[in-house]
């Protein structure tokens, strides 16, 4: 019988939640990412392929250049019409989801209300897999810790489509499960029932991992038709209403990972096939 190469352990030390593997290929080898490293210090502004990694949990943000793209979609569902001609600002974009072991650093201080049942569970729990079962509130309350923020649906889509109108946010805009982890397996996706290590597939041009299925990930915007507008009240955190997520998961099919799709929750509901990729305004000192 061969031997048994991954290992997953959960341990309560103290009531802190750690998380350990043993035996996994993706659980990093501590190299640096690709590109250039960039810092408020560099005195200069960041450039497509430099990334930034956020001191409070080491999470590794890539620059989104600014630009000009067509949101929405005129043939697909009938929320994402009508197709318009979107602008956005140059922004910072987590490379990857939000991990266990990310999240497991938040939890440390973190009210525990926060905890995701998620992170014990056979399956998910990996630390280098995509924390699951995030509420909004959770997310919320991460990205306050973090200093971070939740990417609007309008700078999700622009980055999903990489500059190039993808209909699916993958590394060349098809999709297949060679290079998404969505419902069903084959090819380089053997995960059919749970998340795969984030990075398990290759990058979207833009340098981002995963932005086709794995996990939801939710947006800061309320669930309201388009045009998309940024200033009609969207993104009000403080609104209680249905919030926009992105990109598909394990659990979902084709059609809901296209780059133009959008699906929404309740802010309060945790299931497990929801996380997060978070972003940051770009500030020069």
């Known amino acids: ?23 996994f290929s993706s659980c990093g080898s501590g190299a640096p990412p690709a590109g250039n490293k960039w810092s408020p210090e560099s005195g200069r502004a960041p450039q497509l392929g430099d990334w930034y990694e956020n001191t409070k949990d080491g999470y590794v943000l890539v620059w989104i250049p600014a630009g000009e793209f067509e949101m929405g979609s005129d043939s697909d569902d009938e929320d994402a019409r009508p197709r318009s001609k979107i602008s956005v600002e140059g922004f910072w974009l987590g490379k990857y989801e939000v991990t266990n072991e990310q999240f497991a650093k938040f939890l440390e201080t973190a009210d525990q209300w926060h905890r995701t049942p998620y992170l014990y569970q056979e399956g998910f729990n990996n630390p280098k897999q995509p924390v699951a079962g995030i509420r909004f509130y959770d997310a919320l309350a991460y990205c306050e810790w973090s200093g971070l923020r939740m990417p609007n649906e309008a700078e999700w889509e622009y980055a999903a489509a990489s500059g190039k ?74 609104q209680r209403d ?12 084709e059609t809901y990972c296209k780059t133009s799709h959008r699906h929404y929750f309740d802010m309060h509901l945790r299931y497990d096939y929801v996380g997060m990729r978070l972003a940051k305004t770009f500030i020069m000192r």
């Open 165 to 238: 109108q993808y209909d699916f946010p993958t590394n060349n805009g098809s999709l297949n499960h060679d290079n998404a982890n969505y419902l069903g397996t084959g090819g380089t996706d053997i995960w059919m029932e749970a998340t795969a290590p984030v990075g398990s597939f290759p990058p979207s041009p833009f340098g981002l991992y995963d932005m086709a299925g794995n996990v939801w990930e939710w947006t800061s915007s309320l669930y309201q038709s388009y045009p998309y507008t940024a200033g009609d009240g969207r993104e009000d955190l403080n």
């Open 1 to 23: 019988m061969k031997k048994l190469i991954k290992y997953f352990a959960l341990l309560f030390l103290g009531g802190i939640f750690v998380v350990s593997c043993s035996g």
């Open 242 to 253: 249905f919030r926009v997520m992105r990109g598909g998961s394990y659990a979902f099919g």
